[in-house]
């Protein structure tokens, strides 16, 4: 199935990368991969993930430790919707 990254995601994902990369080369490249590896498994297996419906309607996720990122399955395609990490207050992340 096909993945589109959502824009709140993908300002998400750079966060991430710029975060590792200023810190440690081969974190961020691991972190590149892990994050390419779970995609490609939710488009293979979109329901893979863990029903996260209590933070909205149809949401999911599967952990690319220690982030965690959310999408929703579509009758043509999943929606990555964010990447965050762990220990951020989740709940209100999705309420803003």
Do not use: T
């Amino acid at each position: 199935m096909q993945i589109f990254v959502s824009d709140q995601a993908d300002a998400d994902l750079i966060q991430i990368y710029q975060y590792l990369i200023e810190r440690n080369l081969a974190a961020a490249e691991s972190f590149v991969r892990e994050i390419d590896r779970k995609f490609n498994n939710i488009g293979d297996f979109p329901f893979i993930g863990r029903d996260r419906s209590a933070l909205s309607n149809g949401i999911r996720s599967v952990v690319a430790h220690p982030y965690v990122i959310f999408y929703a399955v579509k009758p043509d395609n999943i929606i990555i919707l964010r990447v965050l990490h762990g220990h951020r207050d989740i709940d209100a992340e999705f309420q803003r």
